[in-house]
């Protein structure tokens, strides 16, 4: 099935440094969400954009559903160690049968102190 | 709120049996069910969406006798991997989506892992 591209594919920051990743597809969505996996864990919902343009914050998360409605990108400020994980994008065309999410490939964040 | 449970968390068994797993919505009635498969360092790839009393609609590539699916009610969904075998071991994890969660939000179960020796 299609997939989202994402990246970076992942990243070793330092901890106290902004984390950029950013989801590009070739096709448009109507809603654009930001999932943190946990090894070993489902993934849990951090952000849901619902408007092109729109931007969102969730503490130290910061989401945009692009103009476009083919991307979109997540900002992590100030990292912690708990924020290690693997991040994932999901698209998703609302309504019936379309409401089922498109994930992309993941970035992979490790922190370090 | 918007709680999903899988059981079990994890499973071992022996090639050609069959396994059963679990997903439950524990504080909402989940009109549709989502069923993922996820590969070591690989992204969920949806297997199959199904609504509450009626069968299942398996993504192109998914054998619908090998991922038996049902979803009798609003609160249970049962995924049962039929005469498994090596290649069948990975990661499965639910989604839930219904009233009460927001139109459209599936909230994600915490995945049962399943090795078939």
């Known amino acids: 099935g299609q997939q989202l591209n994402q990246s970076p594919q992942s990243m070793f920051i330092q901890e106290g440094e902004d984390v950029s990743m950013n989801c590009t597809s070739s096709?448009?969505?109507?809603?654009w969400l930001w999932y943190k996996q946990d090894p070993g864990e489902g993934p849990v919902l951090l952000i849901a954009l619902y408007k092109a343009g729109e931007l969102t914050s969730n503490g130290r998360l910061t989401a945009q559903f692009g103009i476009t409605r083919k991307d979109s990108f997540l900002n992590i400020s100030a990292s912690i160690p708990s924020d290690v994980g693997i991040y994932f994008c999901?698209?998703?065309?609302?309504?019936?049968?379309?409401?089922?999410?498109?994930f992309g490939t993941g970035t992979r964040l490790q922190v370090t102190l | 709120g918007a709680v999903v449970s899988q059981h079990p968390s994890r499973v071992i068994c022996k090639s050609g049996t069959s396994v059963k797993i679990e997903c439950r919505s524990l504080?909402?009635?989940?009109?549709?069910m989502f069923w993922y498969r996820q590969f070591p360092k690989k992204s969920l790839m949806l297997m199959a969406t199904?609504?509450?009393?009626?069968?299942?609609?398996?993504e192109q590539g998914v054998e619908k006798d090998k991922f038996l699916i049902n979803h009798a009610s609003l609160t249970l969904s049962t995924l049962t991997v039929t005469s498994a075998h090596p290649e069948d071991s990975s990661f499965y994890i639910c989604?839930?989506?219904?009233?009460?969660?927001?139109?459209?939000?599936?909230?994600f179960g915490p995945g049962t892992r399943l090795t078939v020796l």
């Open positions: 989604s839930a989506r219904g009233t009460g969660t927001g139109t459209d939000t599936q909230y």
């Open positions: 999901a698209g998703q065309l609302s309504g019936g049968t379309a409401s089922k999410l498109t």
């Open positions: 199904s609504n509450e009393g009626s069968k299942a609609t398996y």
């Open positions: 504080d909402f009635q989940a009109t549709t």
């Open positions: 096709s448009i969505f109507n809603t």
